[in-house]
C-alpha cells in the first residue's frame, strides 16, 4: 500500500508579513465558518473508497495563513471529518459517516474516535502551523485532543526590533510564552522556524537567536533563506532603497554558522534547510521530497495524485461560492470532469488573467511521465543531505541513475557540485551553497539527449 499525505489550507491571518506572498488573507474573518464548511464539503466529496484501497495517509499538515489564528474548533471540525474518511489508516476505525447524516450521530462518534485512539495517534504525524500571538492554553488542549502531534512554531528571530520590521505581530517574549504553554499542554514534537538572510540582519543577530532557541531543546528547527517575492511590501521596500539585505557571501556565512552550531548541538541536517534530533525529522517534509503523494484541500493547495499535479483556484469567492452551491452525489463524490479543468488550446489567444477566470475550480499543471517523473524525483532527492539512493532508484524506475543522468552528474562532478558516496548522489559542501546550478543542469535533462 502506497503512502498518502494529507495538506490543509488555512487562508486566513491576523496580519499580514511584509516577505509574505503565500494566499492568505487578513481581512476575511468574517468568512470563517463558511470556508470551514466548503472545505470539509471539497474532503467529502474525494473518492475515500477508492483511496483507501491503495493508499495510507500518513502525515496530516495543517498550513496558510496562520491555522492557530481562526477557532480551534473549527480545526478540529476538520480533523474530525478526515478521521471519518481515512478508514483505511492506522489511527483511523472503519465506520465512515458523511457529513450530511445526523449531526448529534456525528458528534458521539467524533468524540469516541478521538477517545479511542489517542494511543494510536503516534502512528500517523498530524502538523498543524501556530504563529505567537495567536494562540491560547485553551486552543492548544483543543489541538491535542483533536489528534495534532506536531506543531510548528513562527519565530524568525529573537530580535525584535527585526520582528517588527518584516511585519510579525509577535514578540520573542510571546514566542517563549506560545513554546512553554504548548509543552505544559504535552506537545513533545515541536518545530521552530527561524529565517536569514534578513533586512539589517547581522550574524550576532543570528548567532544570539540560534542560542536561545537551542537552549529551549526543540526536537526540529527550521532555517530558511529570505526570498524576495516582487509585489510584498519588503520587496518594494529594498527596491527603494529604504532597506538592505546581506550580502550573498554574508548570507553564505550565516548558513554555515547555522548548519556548524546545529550539528555540534545533536541536530542532524538532513534537508538543505532543515534540522532534527535524531529520529525526529518532518514526515511530511519527507514524503514530498522522497516523491511520495499527497492530495492537498482548501484555497490554493496543491496537489500531487497519479502522477498529476493540481491546484486549487485561490480566489477565495471562487472556491467558496463553488462549494456552497454543488450537490454530491450519494457516494459523495463530484464528477472529477467538473472540478478538473485543464489549460487548453481553446485559450492559447486569451490573457492570463482571462485564462484564469476561465478555469475550473481546480488547474492541472503537469501530467507526469516516465521521464518527468525521473527527473523530479532527482530533483526533490539532492534536496535531501544524504542524497539520491542509487538502489531506491533503481527499485522505482528499473534504471539506474548513474547511467540515466551519465551527461549531466559527469559535468556536475566537474565541477564539485556533487559526488557519488557509495549508494547515494549527493550535493557537495559546494553544492549546497550553489544548489540552483545543479537544479537548472537537471532541469535540461532529455532521454533524447
Known amino acids: 500500500m502506497k503512502q498518502l499525505g494529507i495538506y490543509i489550507h488555512i487562508p486566513f491571518c491576523k496580519s499580514k508579513c511584509a516577505y509574505c506572498d503565500f494566499v492568505s488573507f487578513p481581512n476575511i474573518k468574517d468568512k470563517e465558518n463558511e470556508y470551514i464548511n466548503c472545505l470539509i464539503k471539497e474532503i467529502e466529496s474525494q473518492n475515500w ?33 478526515l478521521k471519518r474518511k481515512i478508514y483505511n489508516s492506522c489511527i483511523y ?35 498543524i502551523e501556530v504563529n505567537p500571538g495567536t494562540v491560547t492554553k485553551e486552543k492548544l488542549k483543543v489541538y491535542k485532543e483533536a489528534g495534532i502531534n506536531r506543531l510548528s512554531i513562527g519565530l ?13 505581530i509577535h514578540t520573542y517574549e510571546q514566542f517563549i510564552e506560545t513554546y512553554n504553554l504548548a509543552k505544559e ?15 539589517n540582519q547581522t550574524i550576532e543577530d543570528l548567532k544570539q537567536s540560534l542560542e536561545e532557541v537551542i537552549k529551549l531543546n526543540p526536537n526540529h528547527i527550521s532555517v530558511y533563506s529570505l526570498i524576495l517575492e516582487e ?15 546581506p550580502d550573498e557571501e554574508q548570507e553564505r556565512q550565516m548558513y554555515w554558522y547555522v548548519k556548524n552550531k546545529l550539528e555540534l548541538s545533536e541536530y542532524k541536517h538532513y534537508e538543505i ?21 499527497y492530495i492537498g484541500f482548501g484555497l490554493s493547495a496543491h496537489s500531487y ?8 483556484t485561490d480566489n477565495v469567492e471562487k472556491y467558496i461560492d463553488f462549494y456552497s452551491n454543488i450537490k454530491l452525489q450519494k457516494n459523495n463524490k463530484i464528477q472529477s470532469e467538473k472540478i478538473l479543468i485543464k489549460e487548453n488550446n481553446k485559450y492559447q489567444n486569451e490573457t492570463q488573467t482571462e485564462k484564469k477566470e476561465k478555469r475550473g475550480i481546480k488547474q492541472i499543471h503537469e501530467t507526469q511521465n516516465k521521464e518527468d517523473k525521473q527527473k523530479e524525483y532527482m530533483l526533490l532527492g539532492l534536496r535531501k543531505i544524504e542524497g539520491v539512493s542509487i538502489s531506491k532508484f533503481k527499485e522505482k ?19 564539485s557540485l556533487i559526488e557519488i558516496d557509495g549508494d547515494y548522489i549527493k550535493l557537495t559542501s559546494k553544492g549546497l551553497d550553489f544548489a540552483n546550478l545543479v537544479w537548472e543542469e537537471l532541469l535540461l535533462f532529455s532521454l533524447d539527449n
Not at 534547510?273 to 516523491?291: D, R
Open 397 to 415: 524506475f528499473i534504471e539506474n541513475p548513474i547511467y540515466l543522468f551519465k551527461n549531466e552528474l559527469a559535468k556536475l562532478t566537474e565541477e
Open 156 to 168: 524568525q528571530s529573537t530580535n525584535n526590533e527585526l520582528l517588527k520590521q518584516i511585519g510579525r
Open 93 to 127: 476505525n472503519e465506520s465512515v459517516i458523511s457529513i450530511n447524516e445526523d449531526e448529534n450521530q456525528n458528534k458521539n462518534q467524533d468524540k469516541n474516535l478521538r477517545e479511542s485512539n489517542t494511543i494510536r495517534n503516534k502512528d500517523i504525524e498530524i502538523s
Open 231 to 245: 509585489g510584498t511590501p519588503l520587496y518594494n521596500m529594498v527596491e527603494k532603497g529604504q532597506l538592505s539585505l
Open 185 to 199: 499542554v504535552g506537545f513533545y514534537n515541536i518545530n521552530v522556524d527561524l529565517m536569514l538572510g534578513l533586512p
Open 305 to 312: 495524485f497519479e502522477n498529476i499535479r493540481y491546484s486549487n
Open 49 to 81: 473508497e477508492e483511496i483507501n484501497k491503495k493508499y495510507q495517509v500518513t502525515t496530516i499538515y495543517i498550513g496558510g495563513g496562520t491555522p492557530s489564528f481562526i477557532d480551534a474548533k473549527n480545526i478540529q471540525k476538520v480533523l474530525d471529518v
Open 273 to 293: 534547510s532543515n534540522f532534527a534530533k535524531q529520529g525526529m525529522e518532518s514526515k511530511h517534509n519527507l514524503n514530498c521530497w522522497n516523491q511520495e503523494e
